[in-house]
């Protein structure tokens, strides 16, 4: 289903596809090593996907950051952040602010993520903001796609959800 949501105030368009309820899809990606990355891998594990146009941007590299500190001390818990980021723009961010705890991969290969999902804004070349918590089993439990790319997406309403699971 298109989507209108906004880019500094300008209406762009997502086909949104995902609902709370189903499977999230599968998907191949490039992590910042250059290696292959399934999300099927992580299935067995609560994950917190977090989705956003590119790290070189403020909100971006703050919704990285929380989530990475968020989830240092869990168990059977793992971040994925998704860009369409080059894997070097990728390795550099992660350096530079520590992000050890977060799994980031790059959708610029397969297109997978981005075709699987619908986040793709079409007039931008970019993915959404958006949040999931998945369960084990890999089902979505909550689900946030910002209408304002450029705002940060409701990280107490995502950490409850996910402490339900």
């Not at 292959?36 to 703050?62: H, M, Q, W």
């Not at 946030?144 to 409850?160: F, R, S, W």
Request: aromatic letters at 10%; glycine letters at 6%.
């Amino acid at each position: 289903m298109k989507k209108t949501i906004s880019f500094k105030g300008t209406p762009v368009t997502i086909e949104d596809k995902l609902n709370v309820g189903e499977v999230f899809p599968n998907f191949r990606a490039v992590t910042r090593t250059l290696s292959e990355f399934e999300l099927t891998d992580y299935r067995g594990k609560n994950v917190i996907i977090n989705t956003f146009p590119s790290v070189d941007t403020g909100i971006c590299a703050l919704q990285t950051i929380k989530f990475n500190k968020e989830v240092s001390n869990l168990n059977d818990t793992v971040v994925i952040t998704v860009s369409k980021d080059l894997p070097f723009a990728l390795g550099r961010f992660c350096a530079d602010k520590e992000i050890n705890n977060a799994i980031t991969v790059s959708d610029y290969k397969y297109r997978d993520f981005e075709n699987n999902n619908g986040l793709l804004v079409e007039e931008l070349g970019l993915l959404a903001r958006a949040v999931f918590i998945l369960d084990k089993e890999g089902v979505i439990r909550y689900k946030e796609v910002l209408q304002e790319i450029g705002e940060e997406p409701n990280y107490e309403a995502a950490l409850e959800e996910f402490k339900k699971i």
